[in-house]
Structure formats: C-alpha cells, structure tokens
C-alpha cells in the first residue's frame, strides 16, 4: 500500500528542477486539502513559481514547521508506481545524475495533469483529388504522415508549411473534415494474432522467448543474428505473449528513421500501429501516450531512448533492438546508456529483456558468454539469402588520381550493378563536401571560433560549418591567419564531394545522398529512403546512417570508401566498433536472395587484425580477442571506468580545479581507483568552454559511484564551472 497523507501532513515533494546544490531535490510541503499519497503528480509553489513534483515519501522536517507551504494541487494523472520511482532512483545513483533531472525525463508531456477535454481535429473525410496545389498536396502528405494520428490545426501547418486558410480550404472542399474528438484517444487494440511462420533457429528461438515473457518476472537475453535473419519476426512473437498476457511492451529503436518499416510490420502482423514515441512527436501525441501508457491504454510502444521513462502500467517486455547501436548512449544532462537502463528497469519491474543486434556490444556479448544474458543465435539469412561476399581492396596498390576516392576495381564493380539494374552503395562516415579547408599559402586549416575543431564544407549549404557546436561561416576567400586570397582548398572527401566524382564516372546513374544534414526532418529522410528502396536512385553515397536497418531490396553492392577510418585514434572501441560498422553496413547487401551480395573494402592496411576479422566472417574469434585485450588492459566490461569532464570559459581556472581535485584523490584511492589526469579533452573547447578531462578506472568489483561523490563532494567548483560525471564512458570526445 502506497502511505496517503491527511491535509496538513508533513510530505516529501521531489520536484522536477535541481535546486542549487540542494542534492536530493526532495523538499518538505504540507499535504493539500483532502489530502494526497505518494507518487502522487502534484503542483507545489516555489518562491514565486508553480512547480511540477511527485510526492516522494514522508518529509525529513529539514524544514522549519512555521515556513512550511501547501501542495497547491493533485493533478488528475495516475500517480506514479512504486516500481518507476524506484528505477528513477536507482538510475539517479548509478549515473550519478541529480533525481530532479531524472524525474524531467520521466514527466516529458505537456499538460499531463489537466482533464482530457475536446479539441478540434483534422481527418481525411472524401476522396483525394487528382490534382491538387503543392501547398494542399503538403497538407494531405502530413496528415498521412501522422499515421491517422489526431491532428490539430497547428500542428497540420507546421508539418505541411504552410496557412491555416490551405487547411480551410481544403475543409470547404470536402476533402478533410474537421471533428471535435476527446483529447486523450486510446489506441487501437492490438490483436496477437497472423502471426509468421518460422522456419529452423528462429522456431526455437521464439519458443524460448515465448516462454521466458509467459513465465514473467526478470531476464535479459541477447538474440544475435545476422540482418536478415528474422530477428524482428521472432521478437515480435515475444511481444505478441506479452500483450496476450495483458502486459505491455516497449521496443526501442535507434533511429527514429527505421521506425517507418517497423510500424507498417506491426500492423500487419498485429491489426493496428502501435503508439510511438520520439522526439519528433506532437506535443498532442506525447501527452495523449504518455496517459495512456500510464492507464496501461497503450498495449505496445515503439521509440526512442527517453520512452525507458514512461509510466507503463505493467512492463512486461523490453527489446533493444540494434543494441550496440551508440546513440543508445546519452552524453548530454543525463548521461546514461538506454540499453543498461533497460536492464535495470526490466530487473525492478520483473519484465523481459531482449537485446537484438548482428553485432552486440562487447558488454552484452560478454555477459552472455558469461552466464548473465541468455543467448539466442540466429544462423542464416531467411530464405536462399546468403551474407555478401566480403573483399579488400589494397589501396596501397591503386594509383588514384587526385581528389579522386574510387578505386578502378570498385567502379567496376558498380559499373556492373548498374548494367544489371541494380543499386550500390557506397559508404562514407563523413557529412559535408571536405573535413578540412586548408589555405595552400600558409598551411593554415581553418577552425571554428568557439571550439578546437576544423570547420567542415558543405556545399549545399554553401558555408563552413562546425560539428561541435553548429556555428556556420562562410567559405574564406582570403586566408584568415596570412591573409593570401584565393588559396583556399578543400582536402578530404566528405560524402558531398565523393558524390561529384561519382555524377562525372557514372553520369547515366541517378544518384541518392544519405546524409543526416541533409534532410530537414526525420519524414522526408524516411521518405527518401522508401522511394530508395522502391527503385528510385541506382548509387547511394551514405554516412554511418545507412548502416542502420535499411532494407534496400535491390541493393547488392556496398563499397566501403575507406574501411580505416574508424581504425585511427586511441579510443578502446575503435576495433569494436569499425567490426560492427562494416557489418552493418556490408549487411545492406543482398537482402533479398535472389543475388548474392557483394562488400569491397577499401583499405590501406588489408593485413590489420581488425580488418582481417571483419573480412574473415570468425565473429567468435574477434569478440574472445577484443574480449581478452580488456581484460588484459582491465578496462570496460572487466574494469570499471567513470569520465569527468570540466569545462568553463576561463582555461586556467578549470585546470587548477582538476589539478586540485587530483591532489584530493583520497577517497578514490581509498575504493582502490585509480584516477588519470586532468588532461585536456581531445575537443580541448567546445562553444566557448575549455574542457578539461579526468578518468577513473578500478576492477569490476569496486562501486564506484559513492567514492566519486564524496571525491567531488570535497571541493565546491566555482560558479561558471561544469562538472559532468560520466560512468560507463563511450566515448571520449
Ligand atoms: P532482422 O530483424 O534479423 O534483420 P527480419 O526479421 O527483418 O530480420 O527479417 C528479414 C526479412 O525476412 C523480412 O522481410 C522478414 O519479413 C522476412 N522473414 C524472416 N523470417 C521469415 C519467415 N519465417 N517467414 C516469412 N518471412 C520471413
Ligand atoms: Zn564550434
């Protein structure tokens, strides 16, 4: 039983801004009139401010009786679980993120304490005309998009841009038809049923997950398998005996992009589109879902990292699907990785846990090898499809000319598909037209004013643009450090630049750039990608966000413009991760069987292990020597490690803080951590603010966590000075 209150009662309201150094954010009010119950939503004044808070527990009496204010009110939404407030509690500890910061992302809907109500909405209501203005056909495009989603006025012209007197119009036409409909609809139902009939590994991998969600309570498995190979299929069967157990499930997605595919899937496997949840999201659909997940109204919800926060009635399932995927990892306010935290929550709620990926991360393949994790492989590709033959190509032997990227034997190659009608990509991890401007005179590169990095082109743009912070300027005609004009020139290939070269080699072919700058929203790159998929470009030149799911049915050739990429610098991933990137990415070809698909890696080093791996096909072999090599080196997953990063505007101020906050290492060296630097971070400034880095590493058994606090708890940093606590590093920027 949750404790309830009586008005006047002393409460613990934990509000959803940090306040000062106040570091529990749980502040004393006295319970409102009628009285209120914990985990209770409730508005709670703030010196002058209304604040949105949860009643948290009794209050600790730190504060002075006669001071003491009321609750203003109970808001009308379920209060929030005993299971959810324990998960943001425990997440709060483990990543050492304030608990306020951690309620905001559990309370991400707007107006989620006011009654439901009525609001004007639009819906398709005749037959679409054939022809139509471009303004009006936007709008009947953004209404499909929406997914038969309720729409309100503004939200229709933001996403077709334009009036409300197009939408008016079409109104008067007949076309759409304007209803008051209740503010919160409940989703369809969604019936378990149509389901696929499996064939070989994926049948026994069905039955075992089957089994695991029917039995209920906590397990986490790692089902691995090459793209292709049914994954999905089978973790849908998960999630149709959770919902046949009238429990809801949560399937997370990395990139909002691949949900498209994913939810037409659902529907025909399931009868109706599950709810969705990303930050693309009207503020309308985020509320609507997030009431209804808290009512258990939503049987099954698809995202982004931030759904792990949502008030779901009773969890029964979590798949992380692609889960080495590294946008699971937040590095900004919270830092947290969605894919550990869905582990955590999944243990407190006595859910299911499915980790689904071709290429897991070294820390799931390690806790299955080493019994944490269930294990399911898949074997094959569905069907006669077969994994694409992999190849290097030896750069070393190539004589290219300049500013030429495209070997003579990959150009073959992709001369070849395009004779045959079918499409090839070539893939380059590099946004903009050159990662360097260079002045030929002095040498000078140019960077941004704000951060320690190299401006990039982009020529679409037509300006240089900073990939740190954003800032844009043009492209110099004159050098900005020795003032010669006309010298300037781009070095490197970025996808725009690679693609001249392959407009002047294939001039017939009709090209596509997949590059995340270039679309303006999540819609139109999805919308690209179906017509990709449907035939519509015969060479795509793509960053790392063609790697993830696509399914390009006539794609067979993936050429890999420069397989060394990801191989130079010093990050403990850079094996890891180049492995999982071609993978992926020579996954995209050949999907379909009827040809098999074909990988050219262009490299200068062919005879690297990581290389040689990633051509040899032994995956085993490369996760026990990756596996092996941290262990020896004691680091993540058989070590612990947690990042600091100290920045400020005053250079000289955040190195004397580090300096002193490494002289103070007591409390590390006490848990038997050991502590590194401060060292300048490898983006040394980033908007203005020098950045200073510390690293803490001590073995697997240490808890890091409570020796950290009171490390930092030592020494107050100065005002404009930032301290962010990263545990589980995954990247070292
Ligand atoms: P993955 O998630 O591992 O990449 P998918 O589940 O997307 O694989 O399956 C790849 C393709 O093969 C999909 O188009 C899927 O519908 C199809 N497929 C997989 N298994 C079956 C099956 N048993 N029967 C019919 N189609 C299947
Ligand atoms: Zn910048």
Not at 296 to 307: E, L, P, Y
Not at 566 to 586: I, K, N, P, Y
Request: aromatic share 6%.
């Amino acid at each position: 039983m949750e404790r309830v209150f009586a008005e006047g009662e002393r409460v613990g309201v934990l509000l959803t801004e940090p306040l000062g150094r106040a570091l529990t954010g749980v502040l004393d009010y006295r319970a409102p009139e009628g009285g209120c119950g914990t985990g209770d939503f409730v508005e709670v004044p703030l010196g002058p401010r209304r604040m949105l808070g949860v009643v948290w527990g009794p209050g600790d009496g730190s504060f002075d009786e006669n001071r003491l204010r009321s609750v203003t009110r109970v808001l009308d939404a379920r209060p929030m679980r005993a299971e959810l407030r324990q998960f943001l509690t425990r997440a709060a500890d483990y990543t050492m993120t304030p608990l306020p910061a951690m309620l905001r992302l559990a309370t991400r809907a707007p107006g989620l304490g006011e009654p439901p109500g009525q609001r004007r909405v639009y819906r398709l209501s005749g037959p679409v005309p054939n022809r139509l203005t471009d303004a009006r056909l936007r709008v009947i495009e953004a209404l499909r998009g929406f997914g038969g989603a309720a729409v309100t006025l503004g939200e229709l012209t933001d996403a077709a841009d334009c009036s409300a007197s197009v939408v008016k119009g079409l109104v008067t036409a007949g076309v759409l038809a304007e209803v008051e409909a209740p503010r919160d609809l409940p989703y369809p139902d969604l019936t378990p049923t149509g389901s696929t009939t499996l064939l070989g590994d994926q049948v026994t991998a069905a039955q075992a997950l089957v089994k695991a969600v029917a039995q209920g309570g906590y397990g986490t498995t790692l089902l691995k398998g090459v793209t292709g190979s049914g994954k999905t299929e089978v973790y849908l069967e998960a999630v149709a005996e959770c919902l046949r157990n009238g429990r809801q499930a949560l399937v997370l997605l990395p990139e909002i992009a691949l949900t498209a595919e994913f939810l037409t899937r659902v529907e025909a496997r399931f009868g109706a589109r599950p709810a969705e949840w990303h930050s693309g999201a009207t503020q309308t659909e985020r509320r609507r879902l997030w009431k209804m997940v808290s009512e258990g109204r939503a049987q099954m919800v698809v995202g982004a990292r931030s759904a792990l926060f949502l008030p779901f009635q009773q969890l029964g399932l979590i798949v992380v699907d692609e889960e080495h995927d590294t946008s699971y990892k937040q590095e900004e306010g919270a830092f947290y990785n969605a894919r550990d935290m869905a582990v955590l929550r999944a243990s407190i709620c006595g859910a299911q846990v499915v980790l689904a990926s071709a290429t897991p991360s070294l820390e799931s393949w390690v806790n299955a090898d080493q019994g944490r994790y269930t294990r399911l492989d898949l074997g094959a590709r569905y069907g006669s499809a077969e994994l694409p033959e992999m190849r290097a190509i030896d750069m070393r032997a190539e004589r290219l000319a300049s500013n030429r990227w495209i070997s003579d034997p990959l150009a073959a190659a992709v001369q070849a598909r395009q004779a045959a009608g079918e499409q090839s990509l070539l893939f380059l991890n590099r946004r903009g037209y050159a990662p360097v401007t260079l002045c030929r005179a002095c040498g000078e590169q140019v960077g941004c004013d704000a951060c320690d990095a190299r401006m990039v082109e982009h020529r679409f743009l037509g300006r240089l643009v900073c990939h740190q912070c954003g800032a844009t300027k043009p492209v110099p005609v004159a050098c900005p450090s020795c003032g010669v004009e006309g010298r300037m020139a781009p070095v490197g290939p970025g996808v725009e630049r690679l693609a001249e070269e392959v407009a002047e080699r294939f001039p017939e072919a009709r090209l596509a750039i997949l590059s995340s700058d270039l679309f303006g929203s999540a819609r139109a790159l999805k919308e690209r990608i179906e017509e990709i998929a449907a035939g519509g470009a015969d060479i795509i030149i793509g960053t790392q966000i063609v790697a993830k799911g696509h399914n390009f049915p006539l794609l067979t050739l993936v050429g890999v413009i420069d397989a060394d990429l990801g191989l130079q610098g010093s990050d403990m991933r850079a094996a890891e991760r180049t492995f999982q990137l071609m993978r992926q990415v020579a996954g995209r070809a050949g999907r379909t069987g009827e040809r098999r698909g074909l990988a050219l890696l262009q490299t200068c080093q062919p005879e690297h292990p990581v290389i040689r791996s990633i051509l040899g096909g032994d995956e085993e072999a490369f996760w026990k020597a990756e596996a092996a090599e941290r262990r020896a080196a004691g680091v993540p997953p058989f070590g612990r490690m947690a990042g600091i990063i100290l920045s400020g505007p005053d250079v000289a101020q955040v190195f004397d803080y580090g300096a002193e906050l490494a002289r103070r290492d007591g409390p590390l060296r006490r848990v038997g951590a050991m502590l590194y630097g401060p060292a300048p971070a490898p983006i040394a400034r980033i908007r203005g603010r020098h950045r200073v880095r510390l690293l803490i590493k001590a073995d697997r058994q240490t808890t890091l966590q409570p020796a950290i606090a009171e490390w930092l708890g030592q020494l107050r940093p100065p005002a404009n000075l930032r301290v962010a606590v990263d545990i589980d590093p995954q990247s070292f920027f």
